[in-house]
Nanobody, 115 residues
């Protein structure tokens, strides 16, 4: 059974950091492309960052220079290093794993940026 489990979401003040994680099981993690999406209630889900199996990264313009995606294949874990957080970053953040036609999603973790 494939599982992606996110953790590390929290309430943080504007300008602060956060580092949610995504741990995978049931897949050969190193072969999958990994990404983070976020969604605000009533709005479409948007891609925040992704990293492919070769380690190449891609970011949405809204988070470039503030967020860094990384992966640890030995631990089957991906991280999203988030810095200088803004209130508009508030959302449910979900990770996904993709290989060809196989797509798997986690349940999401809430990130709230507020003073």
């Amino acid at each position: 059974q494939v599982q992606l489990v996110e953790s590390g979401g929290d309430l943080v003040q504007p300008g602060g950091p956060l580092r949610p994680s995504c741990e995978a099981s049931g897949i050969i993690f190193s072969t999958y492309h990994i990404g983070w999406y976020r969604q605000v209630s009533g709005k479409e889900r948007e891609l925040v960052a992704r990293i492919d199996s070769a380690g190449r990264r891609d970011y949405d313009d809204s988070v470039k220079g503030r967020f860094t995606i990384s992966r640890d294949n030995a631990k089957r874990t991906a991280h999203l290093e988030m810095n200088n957080l803004k209130p508009e970053d508030t959302a449910v953040y979900s990770c996904y794993a993709k290989l060809s036609s196989r797509n798997y999603w986690g349940q999401g973790t809430q990130v709230t940026v507020s003073s």
